[in-house]
């Protein structure tokens, strides 16, 4: 069963998204990092195999999805997200976000706890806790008062992204590949999404809310991950009432788009409970 390029509107703005198992009773929803597209855990969605409905959407100002106009935050997503689950016929659904993504589905758990059958949440980027803040700062500092043309090219560089893929990489052998891709996809991301999106990621906490989470939640962690460290998410995952914390020795960040196959099995193991 392979997946299928489809596309919709939600408010008036394009969507695309892969889908495969349509007619399939329960639905599997992942939610790729930011920025990038679902290319990123399409490895990881085909080890999940054929037992579920699997969508994976590209958010808004990525992977070709049309920009919204209003401002960019968590709450938006989570509104976008739940329009985007009317649209495509989805009462309720596993949630599975990686980073960005996992803010996304956190968030969205507490705000519709009666649309989630369980929640997982891969790396997700808590707190602005990471040494790595120090280089994204200055950049989005700096971006945020360039015009929108000048915005998008600085934003672009090949420079900052090489200097990310190094710290968020933890497989030598693809940092070249992800490093491409990642240039190649900032080049269509709308500059005011990117730099509102990041601007909250420095002044909003999201370690307090595992007290609020109602749902059958699994947390995975990269024992190696140097953007959304260990320690926040120890902290998040000691407060969910049905939590489940697995950690991956070797991985890092990218640990869905690395090593897909752990994921996958921490995944099929914890739903078969």
Known sequence: MEFEKKEILISGKK???????????????????????????????????NRYRIVMPNFPSCGGSEPFKDDYNIKAYVEWLELFLKGISVKKATLIGHS????????????YPKKIERLVLIAPVLRPDSPFKYILMPKYKIAKFLPAYASRAFLSSKIFEYVACKVVSMNPE???NITRRGVVELQYVYPKAHVDLFEEFYNLDLTPLGKQIKAKTLV?????????????IEIFAGQIKKGVLKV???????????HPEIAAAFIKDWILV
């Open 15 to 49: 969507v695309f998204y892969l889908e495969k198992g349509k007619k399939l009773k329960k639905t599997i929803v992942l939610l790729h990092g930011y920025p990038g597209n679902y290319e990123t855990l399409l490895d990881l969605a085909r080890k999940l195999g």
């Open 220 to 232: 995975i962690a990269g024992k190696q991950d140097r953007f959304a460290t260990l320690d926040a």
């Open 248 to 258: 991956a020795k070797n991985s890092g960040h990218l640990l869905p788009t690395e």
């Open 100 to 111: 960005f993504g996992a803010r996304v589905a956190l968030v969205f758990s507490i705000v």
């Open 174 to 176: 693809q940092q070249r």
